[in-house]
């Protein structure tokens, strides 16, 4: 009798990677085992930590605003931007800077983002943790052409639409029926999201509700987003990315070295290496998002506080906990957004705290610096409860409908390696489920190597995790509403997800982008 290797993990009998990987090659290049992707090392002369201050990325403002929506004009396009000092990079960026404009938006009150493509290349614009209508999620293959860009020079898959009906622009209507919650957009473009998210096409959109604002939380100029991301950069400052074709036009795809991630050796925040922050000795509310292409991160601070834990969670993916979660590490997959306030009072003036990555070698196991340099008074205070809206009411196990399994490993496509699901490839034409709207259902994954999976429309609840030499209970920071759970190597999880908010054609996908670009995606269409 035949045993599958999702009956040999839920067995506990999966104990070394020669099943999870069947091509033979390892896809891990890291201290231990807990990144996937191999390291790019830079040319470039870099500078020491701590010596450039965190930037925050400009709020966007709205060229119209009326009773029902706010309007806002973003443009794609090519600038120069000082990351390294004394070097100039080539970024691709939304109003040609990265991080782009963050949007700061009310749950509630739709928002219209006209995207207009001055790149040389199609584009896509995912608004990541959005419950938004199906034409304007950010299909890959619903595409902006830059003016005078021939479809026929796309490169094409088996049932692609043909050509694309936006050209030069597009209108994203964002209706925000949601929590406040911290969310991003970014490039989702079939075939090329990695080097096009590498080149600096995300930024934050943050939803902001009544409930949120009524809590005593650190707010103003201490509620501070941090985009956390790893690139490389060549001699001249340029970014460095193993693409196929560098021209991003025609093959796509990575170096065959790189095909399980693109690791940089240069850890940047809000696109500053190494930064440091100046904060008072007071609380402070950070949202936290990791950005990086394949990247993970364990978060620490050193030196830690001498009582309590260094971080209160108070968000995660979804929106605000139930109930403020104490962690001492955070682990955090690309495209996790985690919303932590740090008391600064616990230590004294005069202090620099790290925020440390456990899980990164030299160089990269450090991300940033506060530098605790005066007194204030504050009045913020963590509530012992935050919101009445996260209980999953009406969320329970026993009404889920049925189960779907999906097993993220690698696969062959054509005579070569590549990243699947269900040992299948993506191809717009397929749908893989088809649940109907108002249904709950139970989805499990299992995986071979590290893949953080992401659904798009829906969130969901974390029920259990299965793994060789582990227990079955969610972590800790599986808390709350989630729209990408970070998988480990061969585990089984299983999420509960409700299908509400619109009909029609979705995607769900690995989050390491370089898997994504290798076809582990695959299509949902709610009923």
């Known amino acids: 009798m035949e045993i599958s290797r999702r009956e040999f993990l839920k067995l506990g009998l999966v104990a070394g990677a020669g099943i999870a990987l069947p091509f033979g090659a390892s896809a891990c290049s890291s201290p231990g085992q807990d990144l996937t992707g191999r390291l790019l090392r830079s040319k470039a002369r870099l500078p020491e930590p701590f010596e450039v201050p965190l930037s925050l ?31 100039k ?51 890959p293959t619903d595409l902006i052409l830059p003016e005078g860009h021939s479809p026929h020079a ?73 985009m956390i991301c ?14 196929l074709d560098p021209t991003l036009r025609g093959e796509p795809g990575v170096e065959n070295e790189y095909m399980s991630g693109v690791l940089g050796d240069v850890i940047l925040v809000n696109g500053v290496p190494w930064p440091f922050m100046e904060v008072s000795n007071t609380r402070y509310r950070f949202r936290i998002l990791n950005a990086s292409n394949a990247r993970r991160y364990e978060l620490a601070l050193d030196p830690e506080p001498q009582d309590g834990a260094p971080f209160v969670q ?56 506060f530098d605790v340099v005066r007194k204030e008074k504050d009045e913020s205070v963590i509530p012992e409860r935050l919101s009445d809206t996260v209980d999953f009411e009406g969320l329970d196990a026993s009404g889920a409908r049925l189960t779907r399994e999906f097993d993220f490993t690698r696969t062959e496509h054509q005579g070569r390696v590549a990243w699947g699901i269900n040992d299948e490839v993506f191809d717009p034409a397929r749908i893989v489920a088809r649940p109907e709207l108002g249904s709950t259902e139970i989805w499990e994954f299992t995986t071979d190597v590290h893949h953080p999976v992401h659904l798009h ?19 800790p920071t599986d808390a709350g509403w989630k729209d990408t759970v970070d998988l480990r190597p061969r585990e089984v999880a299983r999420v509960l997800v409700r299908f509400d908010g619109y009909r029609g054609s979705y995607v769900f996908h690995c989050h390491n982008l370089e898997h994504e670009d290798m076809m582990m995606m695959a299509n949902f269409e709610v009923a």
Do not use: C
């Open 57 to 87: 990325p400009p709020v966007a403002k709205p060229v119209l605003i009326d009773t029902t929506t706010d309007y806002y004009e973003i443009v794609q396009k090519e600038a120069g931007q000082e990351i390294l000092p004394g070097l």
């Open 89 to 139: 990079t080539e970024v691709w960026g939304y109003n040609g800077i990265f991080p782009g404009p963050t949007i700061e938006a009310k749950s509630g009150k739709g928002v219209i983002v006209r995207q207009a493509n001055e790149l040389p290349v199609p584009v896509s614009t995912h608004l990541h943790g959005g419950r938004t209508p199906p034409e304007s999620d950010g299909y």
């Open 154 to 226: 796309q490169h094409a898959h088996p049932g692609e639409a043909g050509e694309p009906s936006n050209r030069g622009s597009k209108d994203y209507v964002y209706p925000l029926e949601q929590r406040a919650a911290t969310l991003w957009y970014h490039d989702h473009r079939m075939d090329f999201t990695g080097p096009q998210v590498y080149k600096g096409l995300a930024g934050f959109h943050i939803i902001r509700d009544k409930e949120e604002d009524a809590l005593p939380i650190p707010k103003g100029e201490k509620d501070v987003p941090l």
């Open 230 to 243: 790893d690139r490389s950069f060549d001699e001249d400052g340029s970014f460095m990315y193993p693409s």
């Open 314 to 369: 108070v968000g995660s993916d979804g929106g605000l906990l139930g109930a403020p979660a104490h962690h001492r590490r955070i682990p955090i997959a690309p495209a996790e957004r985690f919303d932590v306030v740090i008391d600064f009072s616990r230590y004294a003036v005069g202090t620099k705290v790290t925020l440390k990555n456990r899980l990164g070698d030299g160089r990269t196991s450090d991300i940033m610096r």
């Open 457 to 475: 429309l829906v969130h969901f609840k974390v029920l259990s995790r299965q793994s060789f030499a582990r227990g079955s209970k969610p972590l």
